[in-house]
């Protein structure tokens, strides 16, 4: 097929074969300059015979692959100049429902648009039958819609449940002895009870603070 000849181009070599036919350049010129570069000539010499690209391969090119290519660089600009970097899931959804019911409203423009019915059977099951098939993909599209609103909604209620289970579990886990030891290893539980036992003592007997030079074994009632 003559169309495989610039399909056999590298991309960048393609690329500004595009980008020359959507400045409506002339086909001579691109030719001229297509059939110029060395890398060209080396693919239609070893692929070819060294046949130059033709009038009806540039004609065959624009009716396809610049065709293609344009319908990219459409999709990609709407991107570019319709959603921002920094748009969240939620804006995201907002928009793509937005242009769902945008596409409902056509189609029931459409169907309002409709000829009135046929006096032949076949045609008009025929026209229902293509505008039924419309409707419940339509209709599909609303219920995957409904599903995954449900099933984000039910993800989050797990994730907020297991982060407060999470929570308690490490708690739990951080008051095991063996734990405790690893987490204060120069702690010793002895010496934490004593100094526990004399500040409850001191709270019952009314001591605000104990007296500085006085042994920490001491009896706290001695300063009674």
């Known amino acids: 097929m003559q169309i495989s000849k610039i399909a056999r181009f590298s991309p960048q070599i393609r690329e500004e074969v595009n980008r020359r036919l959507d400045r409506s350049e002339q086909h001579n010129r691109i030719l001229e300059w297509l059939n110029s570069l060395p890398e060209v000539q080396a693919v239609l010499k070893l692929e070819f ?124 886990w951080t008051k095991r002895p063996d734990i405790q030891e690893k987490l204060f290893p120069h702690r010793d539980p002895e010496k934490i009870r004593r100094e526990v036992e004399r500040l409850v003592n001191r709270q019952l007997l009314g001591i605000d603070k104990p007296a500085p030079d006085l042994d920490e074994n001491m009896d706290p009632a001695i300063l009674i």
């Open 49 to 172: 015979a060294a046949e130059p690209v033709k009038r009806q391969n540039l004609q065959s090119w624009k009716k396809n692959g610049f065709r293609h290519w344009q319908l990219r660089q459409s999709a990609l600009a709407f991107t570019e100049d319709s959603l921002p970097d920094d748009l969240d899931q939620a804006t995201i959804e907002k928009m793509s429902a937005k242009l769902i019911r945008c596409l409902q409203i056509r189609y029931a423009a459409v169907a309002g648009s409709m000829p009135g019915p046929s006096g032949d059977p076949e045609v008009e099951l025929r026209r229902l039958g293509d505008l039924c098939n419309n409707l419940t993909a339509l209709r599909r599209g609303d219920l995957s819609a409904e599903r995954l609103a449900i099933e984000h909604e039910r993800l989050t209620l797990e994730k907020s449940r297991s982060e407060v289970e999470f929570e308690k579990l490490f708690w739990d």
